[in-house]
């Protein structure tokens, strides 16, 4: 079912994609007085790349009887090596332009809410606007490499707004003056094991305090704080807050899973396998940071946490390689930060017990070779 859902998608955006053309072409050169520019915010939805919601810029000028969607989230899952290309950085995303009653109907049918945030402009920076962006949909500029943070659907909104304002939106606000990593794992709340799975793959530089606006929903914070541009905010389809009960999709389901591991840790043939799984881990790490080009994914400390030295010092029973082992271990430690350390705080207990009673305990440690 989920498959033909897709496949459904992909030929909407297909359709899409055809009659964008049409619109563009059947635009005016100039906006009248009328016309007003939003920034519109959409929810989360149930597909994993919808968990962070999504940001769009609406132009309705009503004398003209124009009123459409500017959308820089637009990509192709046909791509060859899709997967590969999104985790390389290889992945184009492009510009695309529909009728706001289009856009509507597809948030609104998939019950995800919309927010419409009118922005106080005046005729020369609307003007400016809607030359750049039909500048960029009618140029190379319209395709982009998507980056996780410092180029997505809501950075692109910015930089056009930007360009135009006398001064920069701005970023020090009191829901933004977070790390990069905080401010993500905000919106995976009950999403345990997504929220995991980001942790393991984003490194150091995640860690460090937020200068921009690069999630939906802290653009809509940013023009909420800044009385200046904001002019007027409306829900246009509200979507009543439930409470989602976490259910299996939990820390506290991974803390079962790490207990129930933890109990062969004195079989040897068991911590084989522990370590070896770690190390592979470990390498798997190291080589997305070689192959990658996305800087979020640079620096990983789990690295060294979950270094393949422990299962050659398993193998070999050196001392030396125990203790380098050890030290790089808990050296990456003092650079994850608190927000990384709690996301994995059940891994990071599991490997620190495996490292203790494999390597530590007296017999263990006379058994040992220099």
Same mark, same amino acid.
């Given at each position: 079912?989920?498959?033909?859902?897709?496949?459904?998608?992909?030929?909407?955006?297909?359709?899409?994609?055809?009659?964008?053309?049409?619109?563009?072409?059947?635009?005016?050169?100039?906006?009248?007085?009328?016309?007003?520019?939003?920034?519109?915010?959409?929810?989360?939805?149930?597909?994993?790349?919808?968990?962070?919601?999504?940001?769009?810029?609406?132009?309705?000028?009503?004398?003209?009887?124009?009123?459409?969607?500017?959308?820089?989230?637009?990509?192709?899952?046909?791509?060859?090596? +899709?997967?590969? /290309?999104?985790? *390389?950085?290889?992945? =184009?995303?492009? %510009?695309? !332009?529909?009728?706001? &009653?289009?856009?509507?109907?597809?948030?609104?049918?998939?019950?995800?809410?919309?927010?419409?945030?009118?922005?106080?402009?005046?005729?020369?920076?609307?003007?400016?606007?809607?030359?750049?962006?039909?500048?960029?949909?009618?140029?190379?500029?319209?395709?982009?490499?998507?980056?996780?943070?410092?180029?997505?659907?809501?950075?692109?909104?910015?930089?056009?707004?930007?360009?135009?304002?006398?001064?920069?939106?701005?970023?020090?606000?009191?829901?933004?003056?977070?790390?990069?990593?905080?401010?993500?794992?905000?919106?995976?709340?009950?999403?345990?094991?997504?929220?995991?799975?980001?942790?393991?793959? +984003?490194?150091? /530089?995640?860690? *460090?305090?937020?200068? =921009?606006?690069? %999630?939906? !929903?802290?653009?809509? &914070?940013?023009?909420?704080?800044?009385?200046?541009?904001?002019?007027?905010?409306?829900?246009?389809?509200?979507?009543?807050?439930?409470?989602?009960?976490?259910?299996?999709?939990?820390?506290?389901?991974?803390?079962?899973?790490?207990?129930?591991?933890?109990?062969?840790?004195?079989?040897?043939?068991?911590?084989?396998?522990?370590?070896?799984?770690?190390?592979?881990?470990?390498?798997?790490?190291?080589?997305?940071?070689?192959?990658?080009?996305?800087?979020?994914?640079?620096?990983?400390?789990?690295?060294?946490?979950?270094?393949?030295?422990?299962?050659?010092?398993?193998?070999?029973?050196?001392?030396?390689?125990?203790?380098?082992?050890?030290?790089?271990?808990?050296?990456?430690?003092?650079?994850?930060?608190?927000?990384?350390?709690?996301?994995?705080?059940?891994?990071?207990?599991?490997?620190?017990?495996?490292?203790?009673?494999?390597?530590?305990?007296?017999?263990?440690?006379?058994?040992?070779?220099?």
């Amino acid at each position: 079912m989920k498959q033909f859902q897709n496949l459904f998608k992909q030929q909407i955006v297909l359709w899409v994609c055809c009659f964008s053309f049409l619109i563009t072409n059947a635009q005016p050169q100039t906006l009248s007085e009328s016309a007003e520019i939003s920034v519109l915010t959409c929810g989360t939805g149930e597909e994993l790349y919808t968990l962070f919601g999504h940001t769009a810029l609406r132009i309705n000028d009503p004398e003209q009887q124009l009123d459409v969607v500017y959308n820089w989230g637009m990509f192709d899952f046909r791509t060859p090596n +899709f997967y590969s /290309k999104f985790i *390389k950085g290889d992945l =184009l995303y492009y %510009l695309d !332009v529909d009728r706001f &009653d289009n856009f509507l109907y597809s948030y609104t049918s998939e019950n995800r809410e919309i927010i419409e945030q009118k922005l106080n402009l005046s005729k020369i920076q609307k003007e400016k606007i809607w030359e750049e962006i039909n500048r960029q949909l009618k140029s190379d500029e319209r395709y982009y490499y998507y980056e996780f943070i410092r180029n997505n659907c809501t950075t692109k909104i910015v930089d056009v707004l930007n360009k135009v304002l006398d001064e920069p939106l701005k970023t020090d606000f009191p829901s933004n003056n977070h790390s990069y990593r905080y401010i993500l794992n905000e919106g995976l709340s009950n999403h345990y094991f997504e929220k995991l799975g980001i942790n393991l793959l +984003f490194g150091y /530089k995640t860690n *460090k305090q937020s200068d =921009l606006m690069f %999630l939906p !929903v802290k653009f809509k &914070d940013g023009i909420s704080f800044d009385k200046d541009i904001l002019k007027s905010e409306t829900k246009l389809n509200h979507v009543p807050k439930s409470v989602q009960k976490k259910g299996l999709n939990s820390i506290y389901t991974l803390w079962i899973i790490v207990a129930i591991i933890a109990l062969g840790c004195l079989n040897r043939k068991i911590q084989l396998i522990y370590f070896a799984i770690t190390a592979l881990f470990g390498l798997f790490l190291l080589a997305v940071n070689l192959y990658s080009n996305h800087l979020e994914l640079q620096l990983n400390v789990l690295i060294l946490f979950f270094n393949p030295l422990f299962i050659v010092a398993l193998l070999t029973k050196s001392k030396k390689i125990v203790y380098l082992a050890i030290v790089l271990s808990v050296l990456s430690l003092l650079f994850m930060g608190f927000e990384l350390l709690k996301i994995l705080s059940p891994l990071i207990v599991l490997h620190i017990f495996y490292v203790i009673v494999s390597f530590l305990l007296p017999k263990r440690v006379i058994n040992l070779q220099a």
